[in-house]
């Protein structure tokens, strides 16, 4: 060959954008929407690799809302408003967390701090739940009555999955307090109010508001411990 | 206390509690530069010490500064995150993410600019032999593979401090050679904290070591210093039997 | 694995072919870029380059030399790079170089026909045509008349010929 490689070509670089563009997997539309919309792509990075936000996660929730919709249309009787909650719930105890967290040690020691990254989770679990039960109770067409409603369960149910699954470092602890927890109001409404008071009652609703700052509260107490971290 | 704020550790009576347990207990440390190598036997508090060089614990009590930040003060504990590297004693995996997808989310999480991160991820698996693997998923590699992946997401922001723990643990003869290459050249342009129960580690690659037994240092040096201090000592090699009598000495 | 192969590879997806591919090419592609470009516009060109392989390999059709596709998709790289930095296109000797690619791409084929040749046959073809040795030469090392030197000589030429012709493929 008649030229020399030239020695101020930096090979190096050269294959290291290449790699980086070939090894990465295609961003999807809907994380670069996020990304666009959020001015980060590491929050859409987060949010997108939540546990309960995956396509399986979000397929079953809606079939889960689907059957409340069927029932709720035969029966008249509000299924959406009591089963839309417990899905928040439930998300919001499998979003993060040590229990769910393989590389929760790691995870400790990065800038984007693992309090942040929880608390962008839960308020997307919280977003894309409320949309779907706000599309559930369109369907149906009881929306007015019901979109505020249920709202506030909801609320309630996810910071009881936040606070359970903090304290147990258990995700499945979480989602099992927030069921049971869940069950409990729903048949203590039904015995001693009648039907589905639990979701229908309005005088509850306060209440609800009242537990779920309390269990905030617990959660944020929680993740504060001065023993194990920051 | 007037901390020096040029050197990349600081810590000056550093102590760690667990519940009623004190695991270091007044811990004097400065280190600038090159690759510092921390031995000690198990329960010494090393890794709690690294832990709390990597931000993920709080000092019960004591003064540290990282890099010449306060890490007790949030925003520049943030500072001190973005130009640090870390790899845990047990590093978890995510199972369905690819070598590739798992360098590039702690890239995020670590706030590089975005235009830098597909480059330098590739560089960092490159860096630690994985080129070939770059696609694959995390759960078909084998357990000196996945330590590999945890020292590249380690590296992957060029790190100003690098703290690994027990990093060697699962890798064979050979990577650890290139391994002991790379922490050269990163102790270079940076700092390496190194915490390790192999002293072939240390004799390889550190300039300077510390001995650390029940929560206290006990030997400052380098390890040729430590290798002085044989005679009397058990063990294959003079660093060795270094290693053993001084411990025999501060316990005694 | 030759050219051709790692194209095809290349075309299924396996990045450690295009790995292999940059390793044997972005050598001459850097030199014979940097005699038109500044050092940091034969990155760029050369990083585009490959990514352009990446995405296009399977459109290559195994009609002339790899060099050869290789530096055409270069050299439009290249002048896009001229257009969006508004400077002259460089006159890149499209007919010249055709010999620079021909010949990484033939070096390649002919080490593998080398390979293919036996130990007696390789022995000589390396003394006569690599260490530029006579036929009186070589006959006296191996020990065999002059005569059976350039007979073997003939056959090892038909061989080659041969595996060249035969294909890189």
């Known amino acids: ?230 | 206390m007037v901390m020096n704020a040029t050197l990349s550790v600081d810590a000056r009576g550093l102590t760690q509690r667990l519940g009623r347990t004190t695991i270091l207990n007044g811990v004097d440390l400065q280190i600038s530069g090159g690759v510092f190598g921390l031995l000690g036997p198990n329960g010494a508090g090393k890794t709690t010490l690294l832990r709390t060089f990597a931000t993920v614990l709080s000092p019960a009590s004591g003064d540290l500064r990282l890099l010449g930040y306060d890490p007790r003060r949030g925003a520049e504990r943030t500072a001190i995150r973005r130009r640090l590297g870390y790899l845990p004693q047990h590093l978890g995996y995510y199972p369905g993410f690819t070598v590739f997808e798992f360098v590039e989310y702690f890239a995020l999480l670590k706030e590089m600019p975005s235009a830098e991160i597909r480059p330098a991820v590739a560089r960092a698996i490159e860096r630690v032999g994985l080129a070939d693997r770059a696609k694959a998923k995390l759960k078909t590699l084998s357990g000196g593979m996945l330590r590999r992946v945890g020292i590249a997401q380690a590296i992957v922001n060029d790190p100003d401090l690098l703290l690994l723990d027990e990093p060697t643990a699962g890798l064979d003869p050979e990577q650890r050679v290139l391994f002991r290459a790379l922490l050269r050249e990163i102790g270079q342009t940076g700092t390496v904290i190194i915490s390790t129960h192999l002293i072939e580690d240390v004799a390889a690659a550190c300039n300077r070591v510390a001995l650390l037994d029940g929560g206290r240092i006990v030997f400052r040096g380098t390890p040729d210093d430590l290798s002085s201090f044989a005679e009397g000592g058990v063990g294959d090699s003079a660093l060795e039997r270094g290693y053993t009598r001084v411990l025999t000495g501060a316990r005694g | 694995m030759d050219d051709q192969d790692l194209i095809a590879s290349i075309a299924g997806g396996d990045h450690i072919a295009l790995r292999t591919l940059f390793e044997r090419h972005a050598g001459w592609l850097a030199a014979r870029l940097r005699a038109h470009l500044p050092a940091h516009a034969v990155e760029d060109v050369l990083q585009e380059t490959f990514l352009a392989i990446w995405r296009g390999a399977g459109t290559y059709r195994a009609s002339g030399q790899v060099g050869g596709w290789i530096w055409g998709i270069a050299a439009r790289q290249a002048a896009l790079w001229a257009r969006k930095h508004s400077r002259p296109l460089p006159d890149l000797e499209l007919h010249g170089t055709e010999d620079m690619a021909t010949q990484s791409a033939l070096r390649v084929d002919l080490q593998r026909a080398f390979a293919r040749l036996d130990t007696d046959h390789g022995d000589l073809a390396r003394m006569v045509l690599i260490e530029d040795r006579s036929t009186a030469d070589a006959a006296q090392r191996m020990g065999i008349p002059e005569g059976t030197v350039k007979s073997r000589m003939h056959r090892i030429r038909r061989l080659l010929r041969a595996a060249l012709e035969g294909g890189s493929s």
């Open chain 1, 1 to 230: 060959m008649s030229d020399h490689v030239p020695p101020d070509v930096d090979f190096g670089r050269v294959w290291a954008e290449v790699a980086g563009e070939i090894w990465s997997p295609p961003t999807g539309a809907g994380e670069r929407g996020l990304a666009w919309l959020l001015g980060s792509p590491a929050f859409a990075r987060v949010i997108v690799t939540t546990p309960s936000l995956v396509v399986s996660w979000l397929l079953a929730s809606v079939v889960v809302l689907g059957v409340g919709v069927v029932v709720t249309a035969q029966t008249g009787e509000p299924w959406i408003a009591l089963l839309a909650p417990v899905l928040a719930g439930v998300g919001i105890a499998f979003a993060y967390g040590p229990g769910v967290d393989p590389a929760w040690e790691l995870s400790r020691s990065m800038a984007i701090s693992e309090r942040t990254v929880l608390l962008s989770r839960v308020v997307a679990v919280f977003a894309v739940n409320a949309l779907l039960g706000l599309l559930a109770s369109f369907v149906v067409g009881d929306a007015l009555t019901l979109t505020l409603h249920w709202l506030v369960p909801m609320a309630m149910l996810s910071a009881l999955g936040l606070a359970a699954a903090s304290a147990s470092g258990s995700a499945p602890v979480g989602a099992a307090a927030v069921v049971l927890g869940w069950a409990l109001i729903v048949l203590g409404g039904s015995v001693s109010l009648g039907g589905m008071a639990a979701v229908q009652d309005a005088r509850l609703m306060p209440i609800y508001s009242a537990l779920a700052v309390v269990l905030a509260s617990v959660a944020l107490a929680l993740s504060n411990r001065k023993v194990t971290g920051w």
